[in-house]
Nanobody, 121 residues
Framework: QVQLVESGGGLVQAGGSLRLSCVAS????????MGWYRQVAEKQRQLVAG???????MYADSLKGRFTISKDNMQTTLYLQMNNQKPEDTAVYYC???????????????WGQGTQVTVSS
């Protein structure tokens, strides 16, 4: 059974930084594409950043340069470093491991429980 457990969310002032972590189990982490998403209440979940099994990364255009996704295959942990945060980054952030054969744009796969990030102005 796949489990994804996020941590690292919290309250930060605008301009500050947070690092989110997602510990994965039940998957072959090193060959699984992984992604971070965020959701604001009543809005659609948005892909923030993704990292493919080979290490290629991708970001939402509006977040390039501020957010960095990375992973540690030995620790089976996915990270999201968020710098120079803005109030509009406030959301619940989710870790996602798509099922084999599905890309990061698909909902199919496993999701973490989410971690709240609040950026105050």
């Amino acid at each position: 059974q796949v489990q994804l457990v996020e941590s690292g969310g919290g309250l930060v002032q605008a301009g500050g930084s947070l690092r989110l972590s997602c510990v994965a189990s039940g998957i072959i982490f090193s060959i699984n594409d992984m992604g971070w998403y965020r959701q604001v209440a009543e809005k659609q979940r948005q892909l923030v950043a993704g990292i493919l099994s080979g290490g290629t990364t991708m970001y939402a255009d509006s977040l390039k340069g501020r957010f960095t996704i990375s992973k540690d295959n030995m620790q089976t942990t996915l990270y999201l470093q968020m710098n120079n945060q803005k109030p509009e980054d406030t959301a619940v952030y989710y870790c996602h491991a798509p099922d084999a054969g599905y890309g990061l744009g698909s909902d199919a796969g496993s999701w973490g429980q989410g971690t709240q990030v609040t950026v105050s102005s």
